[in-house]
């Protein structure tokens, strides 16, 4: 049971419930209540679990969960007295059954007095602001918002309904869809990275882009965004970025793209839709990311890649390129002293 | 036009002025009125462009705008009609001619009430302190500064005049001169990571420096930086510093330096001046990098570099032998499956 | 002498005080009156230095420390007239002796006015909260404590005794053991980066663990850490994590270790004790590396690590083996252009 003093469980829930928000094939008692959701080793027989990994079968013949999440093709491998909810998805299913026990809630809309907020602000209904919050001139909060303590909106920001900008945020020069979260200690929308070098030093490029962020899309902790030089940088629908990622000014990223922790991807790049990006790896600037290219960790990519690739190494090449060639560099050393 | 939310134009000024700004050449109608800048492909006939790369002198042929800014060898290139302003710097002078239409405009001098201030500190003329800033005892702030929202400066800090504290950062045992912008969420002053390890574990050593940062440093978003162990920690005039970098205690970093984003420069390194570090580059600690060094993106320096070298790779080598070495691998492993 | 703005020395102290404090052996005048600390170039009659590092030897022979701490194997290269304080491990004795001079002062207990704190919350005796701190639901801090100005801690934290949370630090679903510091901007405790893809794009797993944080753990500016999806994110007592880390969902550090900046532990990778982990290092998920591995920095693990084991490159092998691979890609591409 998740820590109760953190957590609120909203079960239980009848099994064929959940089948419906699994869209699964209920195999057992429609009726047995489940209270919880637990891993596959850990599980009791009032909560419902996942197998997701070959890895863990082993674990599954022995589990106790009285309903768990499967693949058609180890089902016939359930343990006596276990119930199922069969699906090609059983991780998706499990997203949406622990959603439905964990739901994100929001607090009762409530604006706090110790909330700094300027008066030319717009602010719509359902909207929580907790206290030490700063919201500048003209900023648009759409309903149902949460600003959460000390985060920080600058003049002219919109923010769209239903998101979550959590503590110690700082938005400037921004425009956010809805449903949009926001990790907290992110820094969004201040100065590209733009200046002129000369004999009488750097002399910094006004940067008169903003960021715009699309539908559904969540951002890490101390994830820095910087707006674009004219046109803007922008964040596609339904995109994750992890932790500590930094995305250059005038740069495009597509729909539903995952980029994980200390990535960067340098100025005016594009990336296409559904592009991964693998922790550490770096994207050099100007180039075009074609859709669903898979960048591995660590990869230092210099070059346009089409769309569908799997790159890595750096400088990137084709992964199984990257592969042949440290299994080559392994012998060339094997044996020596 | 930028959006105006965000941005507030400045103009029109007169091609004359602008020739002027830009110390360029004018060809063309002097009193020509400008009323904007914009890229070379969406400028108008009464706006500004500029011309710094040979990939877009076909878009520069085809272009609408008004007056451009661009190198004498290019000049006669220029579609009928446009004017010029001819110049061996055209990406300097339309920073300048930029900042004039958008200059950084402070606000009127004002101390928020919810701004959070010792009665030790002392604060002079046209400074701004908005809400939720934090500004410990004997902090001193010079003229103009702008302290933004939930910045927190702590006791015995020293600002200089006309800096920009973007909101979210804290400032410990820290100088700061004149003119410098410190970007949101930035990290400065905090312990170096210095312990003793032994049997009873690891004993932090007290870091008894400070952090100097001279003027017209501009430091990025989420970046940090530790006061020195006994020296200081030195961030030299002019000095460029990009988002999520780490420097490490009793580092020195000379005049006019460019530092990439994912930077890490370990403990008691010391760069030259105009030393270019590209992102995701890492250098080791108590190392000496001469003036003028570039360190290409991904490198991990492991020795002294001599003053006008370009290194690259891991361990860094002169950047020509990575390539080829990255040549050599690729050979080795070509047409092999 | 360090800053007075920043540093209070607490001397003088006598040589035999010194001499107790690091545990070493007094060679020279008991009662000598010593009122700081120095580097070996630096100190006077009047000051404590240490010589911990054979390239400092011959600043040692003509150092005018009144006192040093030397390891007997150096002592008699001592100059004429310096009192010593002979001892196996000098940095430890100074990291001590240090600390003596300039200890780590906690202001008097004070709740500040302008601290946002919830009417659940349970303070202990000796806390101080700075002005503009946010202290949530149920959170319970315990004595001794201080939370510096802008900290956030949401709903259900909690922070044992003698602890020192920095500013515009974010805290949730966290519990934090005795004699923590938390540096400033980090943030602990959001959401890990889980979810399931499929055709409707990316649902994000309800994240149902917490952080723990072991006593006397010191944890770097702008580090994140995520809390675990369902087990916990733990982080072993004594351990030293540097600034801009990423800690992943479910990971677990053991006890002594020390994280170097930039690093990244994906999720459930399980660290053992006294761990390693240089610079710009990456470790892949769901790994185990076993006590006492020291991992290069640059890094990339990608395969579990038995304990003792010293591992680089990337994909990381033994370090031995990776040098060797250097020197022949070295030899390969020698004299060639």
């Avoid at 707006?227 to 339904?238: E, K, L, N, Y």
């Avoid at 960067?264 to 990006?277: P, W």
């Avoid at 769309?307 to 060639?325: C, D, E, N, S, Y």
Wanted: with cysteine; aromatic share 6%.
């Amino acid at each position: 049971m998740a820590d109760s003093r953190f957590f609120k469980c909203n079960g239980p829930f009848k099994a064929h419930e959940l089948a419906d928000i699994a869209s699964a094939e209920l195999v057992g008692d429609k009726d047995a209540l489940i209270t919880d959701v637990a891993s596959i080793d850990q599980a009791t027989s009032e909560q419902v679990s996942f197998l997701d990994n070959r890895k863990y079968v082993k674990a599954f013949t022995k589990s106790k969960a009285g309903l768990c999440l499967v693949h058609p093709e180890v089902a016939d491998k359930a343990p006596e007295g276990m119930s199922l909810l069969v699906t090609a998805e059983p991780y998706m299913g499990y997203a949406k059954i622990a959603s439905t026990f964990y739901p994100v809630t929001f607090p009762k809309a409530k604006i706090s007095e110790r909330a700094n907020i300027s008066e030319t602000a717009t602010i719509a209904d359902g909207v929580i602001i907790e206290a030490g919050a700063y919201v500048g001139e003209n900023v648009i909060i759409g309903k149902g918002t949460w600003i959460k303590s000390n985060a920080v909106l600058g003049d002219g920001v919109t923010v769209g309904e239903n998101c979550i900008i959590h503590p110690n945020v700082t938005l400037s020069h921004t425009i956010i869809s809805n449903g949009v979260t926001i990790h907290p200690g992110c820094q969004i929308g201040q100065d590209g990275f733009g200046f002129a070098s000369g004999a009488q030093g750097h002399v910094r490029i006004p940067q008169l882009g903003r960021v715009l962020i699309g539908d559904h899309v969540n951002i890490g902790a101390a994830t820095t965004i910087d707006r674009g030089a004219g046109p803007d940088t922008v964040i596609g629908a339904g995109t994750q970025i992890d932790n500590i990622v930094q995305i250059g000014h005038n740069v495009q990223i597509g729909m539903g793209c995952v980029i994980v922790s200390h990535v960067g991807i340098s100025g005016s790049t594009k990336l296409g839709n559904f592009v991964v990006v693998g922790g550490q790896a770096g994207v050099a600037g100007h180039l075009e990311i074609g859709d669903s290219v898979v960048i591995a960790a660590k990869a230092g990519v210099m070059r346009n890649v089409e769309a569908g690739q799997t790159v890595g190494g750096f400088p990137a090449i084709p992964q199984w390129k990257w592969l042949r060639q440290v299994g080559m560099i392994e012998k060339l050393t094997r044996g020596k002293k």
